[in-house]
C-alpha cells in the first residue's frame, strides 16, 4: 500500500461546478499536511497548507480527518484556469515530506 | 529572486554517459531535495541534504550521488546512466520546521532527462 494515495482521475467537471478530492495517508504519526497544484510540465506549487479545524481560502476549502486518515480538497465555482494536477503531501517525521501520485482535474467550458 | 535554479532544462542521454544535475537556491535554506517523477508514481525523493555538509538516501538513491557543495548548491549526479532514469527531476529547497506555518518546500522548474 502507499503511503499517501489519491485518486489519479481525470475529473472532467463544466465551469462552474464543485469538485472535492480526497487523499488517505497511512502513517497515524504524520504531522502535517499540504495540497500543491502542478501545471502540465511546471514544478509543484504550494496550494494551502490543511490545519486541523480546517480551512478556507477563497474557493478552496481543505480539511482533515485524522481519525480517518484522510485529507480534502474542495474546489468551488470551478474555472477553466484551475486545470491543473493536485498533489497530496504529508509531513512525518524527521521533516519528510511524501506526495501522493496525484489527481487530474480538468474543468471543461 | 531567482528562488530554486536548475540546470540543464532538457537533456538526452547514451546509455552509459554520465552526467550532473547542478541546483542552486538563494532563499538561505537549509534543505535540499532531489526528486524524481513519473507518470503516475507522484514524486519520489532520490536524496537529501538537512544542512550543508550532509547527505541522506531517499526512497529511490540507486545510480545517483549527491553532493552538496556549499549551503546554496547541491548536484545530482548520474554516473551510468540507464534508460530506467529517464524522468523529469526537481531539485527543492525548504524551511521545513514541523509547524505548519513554516512548512513549505520549493521547487525548480524541473530537467528533462532522458536515457537512450
Known amino acids: 500500500r502507499k503511503e499517501v494515495e489519491q485518486d489519479p482521475g481525470p475529473f472532467n467537471v463544466p465551469e462552474g461546478a464543485t469538485v472535492a478530492f480526497n487523499c488517505t495517508y497511512s502513517?497515524?504519526?504524520?504531522?502535517?499536511f499540504f495540497w500543491y497544484r502542478q501545471d502540465c510540465r511546471k514544478e509543484p506549487k504550494l496550494l494551502m497548507s490543511?490545519?486541523?479545524s480546517g480551512n478556507e481560502d477563497g474557493r478552496f476549502t481543505a480539511q482533515l480527518n485524522r481519525a480517518s486518515q484522510y485529507i480534502s480538497l474542495l474546489i468551488r465555482d470551478s474555472k477553466l484556469s484551475d486545470s491543473a494536477t493536485y498533489l497530496c503531501?504529508?509531513?512525518?517525521?524527521?521533516?519528510?515530506?511524501?506526495f501522493g501520485g496525484g489527481t487530474r482535474l480538468m474543468v471543461k467550458p | 529572486n531567482a528562488g530554486v535554479t536548475q540546470t540543464p532544462k532538457f537533456q538526452v542521454l547514451k546509455t552509459g554517459q554520465s552526467m550532473t544535475l547542478q541546483c542552486a537556491q538563494d532563499?538561505?535554506?537549509?534543505?535540499m531535495y532531489w526528486y524524481r517523477q513519473d507518470p503516475g508514481m507522484g514524486l519520489r525523493l532520490i536524496y537529501y541534504?538537512?544542512?550543508?555538509?550532509?547527505?541522506d538516501k531517499g526512497e529511490v538513491p540507486n545510480g545517483y550521488n549527491v553532493s552538496r557543495l556549499n549551503k546554496r548548491e547541491f548536484s545530482l549526479r548520474l554516473e551510468s546512466a540507464a534508460p530506467s532514469q529517464t524522468s523529469v527531476y526537481f531539485c527543492?529547497?525548504?524551511?521545513?520546521?514541523?509547524?505548519?506555518?513554516?512548512?513549505?518546500?520549493?521547487f525548480g522548474e524541473g530537467s528533462w532527462l532522458t536515457v537512450v
Open positions: 527543492a529547497s525548504s524551511v521545513l520546521t514541523g509547524e505548519v506555518t513554516g512548512n513549505t518546500i520549493y
Open positions: 502513517n497515524s504519526a504524520s504531522q502535517s
Open positions: 490543511v490545519y486541523s
Open positions: 503531501v504529508v509531513l512525518n517525521a524527521g521533516n519528510m515530506l511524501t
Open positions: 532563499m538561505n535554506h537549509n534543505s
Open positions: 541534504s538537512a544542512s550543508e555538509g550532509t547527505t
